[in-house]
């Protein structure tokens, strides 16, 4: 059986579209499928390097110095989202305080626009908090070692930091568990 084939190595396509492989990094005719290299230079296995394309191809990381300020900038991502978690969770318990606190118990019209604003800003607040812990999330699945331990050890100094002052022991607003 043949099993001879050629690539257009001149247009790219996502990964599992079609039956077709493109492979830039191989040359454009070869034969059998050995020496096939991940497309776009993704690696699926953890590695350490300092090339990387973090998020979107603006974020290439070229050089040492590079991966140490993104690695910073991650640590520091990583840490705030712990901070949004315990943030949103303690404004809305203070929330209710208040509701408490004004002898507030069913549903009234100072309740529901107070409550409303409420609401308004726990909802931008989620989405800010979603959207960092997917992005943390893609991060870590460059599988560049570094990168990940950036991931990692902000969130645990980010728990360490902010997580004295949850109000519950369950994390219900956690989005990559």
């Given at each position: 059986?043949?099993?001879?084939?050629?690539h257009?190595?001149?247009?790219?396509?996502?990964?599992?579209?079609?039956m077709?492989?493109?492979?830039?990094?191989?040359?454009?005719?070869?034969?059998?499928?050995?020496?096939?290299?991940?497309?776009?230079g993704?690696?699926?296995?953890?590695?350490?390097?300092?090339?990387?394309?973090?998020?979107?191809?603006?974020w290439?990381?070229?050089?040492?110095?590079?991966?140490?300020?993104?690695?910073?900038?991650?640590?520091?991502?990583?840490?705030?989202?712990?901070?949004?978690?315990?943030?949103?969770?303690?404004?809305?318990?203070?929330?209710?305080?208040?509701?408490?606190?004004?002898?507030?118990?069913?549903?009234?019209?100072?309740?529901?626009?107070?409550?409303?604003?409420?609401?308004?800003?726990?909802?931008?607040?989620?989405?800010?908090?979603?959207?960092?812990?997917?992005?943390?999330?893609?991060?870590?699945?460059?599988?560049?070692?570094?990168?990940?331990?950036?991931?990692?050890?902000?969130?645990?100094?980010?728990?360490?930091?902010?997580?004295?002052?949850?109000?519950?022991?369950?994390?219900?607003?956690?989005?990559?568990h």
């Open positions: 059986m043949d099993h001879h084939h050629t257009d190595t001149t247009t790219t396509m996502p990964m599992g579209t079609g077709h492989h493109m492979h830039p990094t191989t040359s454009s005719n070869h034969s059998g499928h050995s020496g096939h290299q991940a497309t776009a993704h690696q699926g296995y953890f590695h350490f390097s300092d090339q990387a394309v973090v998020l979107f191809a603006g290439k990381i070229t050089s040492s110095s590079g991966m140490i300020l993104s690695c910073v900038g991650i640590f520091f991502m990583a840490w705030f989202y712990e901070g949004l978690k315990i943030l949103r969770e303690r404004w809305f318990y203070k929330s209710l305080q208040r509701d408490r606190d004004q002898g507030i118990t069913k549903i009234t019209n100072s309740f529901s626009a107070r409550c409303f604003g409420d609401h308004i800003i726990q909802t931008i607040l989620h989405v800010i908090q979603i959207t960092l812990s997917y992005f943390l999330m893609l991060i870590f699945m460059t599988y560049n070692g570094y990168l990940c331990i950036a991931v990692a050890s902000g969130s645990g100094i980010g728990y360490l930091t902010f997580g004295w002052l949850r109000k519950t022991f369950q994390d219900s607003s956690d989005h990559c």
